[in-house]
C-alpha cells in the first residue's frame, strides 16, 4: 500500500501480528464488568486525569445505558484494553457526547440520523507501554460499529491533545471549541466526527486493518433489542478481511 505523504501508523509495520492475538469479548458479567472498571482506574490515574480514590474504580451511569456496548479487548487472554460504544439515535441519546455537545447533535439526531459514539477508551499502562499499535486496534471496534449499524457519523469526544491521531487515522474534523469533562483535572475535550459513508474507502485504503466482515461485525454487535432499535438497511457492500 502506498501511503504518499501519510506517515505510517504503528500498526502497519505491526499491527497485523499483533491482530492475531487479540479477541475482542462484549464485557457482560459483573467480573468482566470489574475488571474493566478497575482498568479504566489504572489508565486514568496513570495519566493524571484523576486522583486517587478508595474504590479504585471508574464508573459513570451511561455504563448501563441500553445504547451501550463494553468491550474488553484481552491480548494472549489477558486484559489490556476497553471501549464503551454508544449508538446514538433519535428514540436512544444516553451518551456523555450528547451531555456535553447536545447543542451540537440533538438537531441531527431529529433528522434521523444514526451516530457511533466511542468512550471511555482505556488501555492497561504497561501493555500499552509496549504496544502502541494497541489504541488503533482498540479503536477499530468503532470503525467495525459505523459499518454495521449505517452511521451518517463517526463521533469521538477526545482530549485536546489527542486531536490528531483521530484526524490521521479516522480523517475525523473537529466541530467545537474544547470544553470541560466532568471529573478530570483540568482537562478539556473537543468534539470531533466524520462523515463515515463518504470517508470509508479512504479510511480503509490506508489502513486495511479496519476492514471487517459481515460475520464479525454481527458476532460483535447483534443483540436482538438493540440491533432492532438502530440497525438500518445497509446501503454498502461488507468488505471481507483479505
Known amino acids: 500500500m502506498k501511503s504518499g505523504a501519510e506517515p505510517r501508523a504503528p500498526l502497519e509495520m505491526r499491527g497485523a501480528g499483533l491482530f492475531d492475538r487479540l479477541d475482542y469479548r462484549l464485557i457482560e458479567t459483573p467480573e468482566d464488568r470489574d475488571a474493566v472498571y478497575a482498568m479504566r482506574y489504572?489508565?486514568?490515574?496513570?495519566?493524571?486525569?484523576?486522583?486517587?480514590?478508595?474504590?479504585?474504580?471508574?464508573?459513570?451511569?451511561?455504563?448501563?445505558?441500553?445504547?451501550?456496548?463494553i468491550f474488553g479487548i484481552y491480548l494472549d487472554g489477558e486484559l489490556c484494553s476497553s471501549l464503551r460504544l454508544h449508538v446514538l439515535t433519535s428514540e436512544r441519546r444516553m451518551s456523555y457526547t450528547t451531555e456535553l455537545f447536545g447543542d451540537v447533535l440533538n438537531s441531527r439526531l431529529d433528522r434521523g440520523e444514526v451516530f457511533v459514539d466511542p468512550a471511555r477508551f482505556a488501555a492497561d499502562p504497561d501493555t500499552s507501554q509496549r504496544f502502541h499499535e494497541l489504541p488503533y486496534l482498540t479503536l477499530r471496534l468503532a470503525y467495525l460499529a459505523c459499518d454495521h449499524f449505517n452511521a451518517d457519523l463517526g463521533l469521538a469526544m477526545v482530549r485536546t491533545d489527542h486531536q490528531a491521531f483521530y484526524r490521521r487515522i479516522f480523517l475525523h474534523e473537529t466541530l467545537t471549541e474544547p470544553r470541560p469533562f466532568p471529573g478530570w483535572h483540568s482537562r478539556k475535550v473537543v468534539l470531533m466526527a466524520s462523515d463515515f459513508a463518504k470517508l470509508r474507502e479512504r479510511v480503509l485504503t490506508r489502513f486495511p486493518i479496519m476492514r471487517s466482515s459481515a460475520f464479525e461485525r454481527r458476532m460483535l454487535f447483534d443483540r436482538a433489542a438493540q440491533t432492532q432499535a438502530v440497525s438500518r438497511p445497509v446501503l454498502v457492500p461488507a468488505i471481507t478481511v483479505a
Request: glycine share 8%.
Open 42 to 69: 489504572r489508565a486514568y490515574l496513570h495519566g493524571g486525569l484523576i486522583s486517587p480514590s478508595a474504590s479504585q474504580r471508574i464508573i459513570d451511569t451511561y455504563d448501563d445505558a441500553p445504547n451501550a456496548w
